[in-house]
């Protein structure tokens, strides 16, 4: 069974960093797209970036120059490392998975067929 397991939110002043985990089971990271969205109260989920099944990594929106993405392919856990905290990065962080291939990436939630239950993220003025 694939599980995917947030974890590292918290509440953060802005301009402070935070490294959100993304622990698999049942999946090998490195062989497998896997994505970080996030979702503020009253807006659609976002795509920030994602590691590719080829290990490239790619990032979108307003965070594109703000986070880092990477993995550990020892332990299977795929990381998000933000700095430059805003508050209107304030919101629920998930990561998802494609399990079936594509030789293509995409930032569309349907993409994805494996979610976690997300890990929430604060940050203060």
């Known amino acids: 069974q694939v599980q995917v397991a947030e974890s590292g939110g918290g509440l953060v002043q802005a301009g402070g960093s935070l490294l959100l985990s993304c622990a698999a089971s049942?999946?090998?990271?490195?062989?497998?797209?896997i994505a970080w969205f996030r979702q503020a109260p009253g807006k659609e989920r976002e795509g920030i970036g994602l590691i590719d099944s080829s290990g490239f990594t790619r990032y979108a929106g307003s965070m594109k120059e703000r986070c880092t993405i990477s993995q550990d392919s020892g332990t299977n856990i795929l990381y998000l490392h933000m700095n430059n905290l805003k508050p209107d990065d304030t919101a629920m962080y998930f990561c998802?998975?494609?399990?079936?291939?594509?030789?293509?990436?995409?930032?569309?939630?349907?993409?994805?067929?494996?979610w976690g239950q997300g890990t929430q993220v604060t940050v203060s003025s």
């Open positions: 049942g999946v090998t990271i490195n062989r497998n797209h």
């Open positions: 998802a998975v494609r399990t079936r291939f594509a030789a293509y990436y995409s930032f569309q939630t349907t993409f994805y067929d494996i």
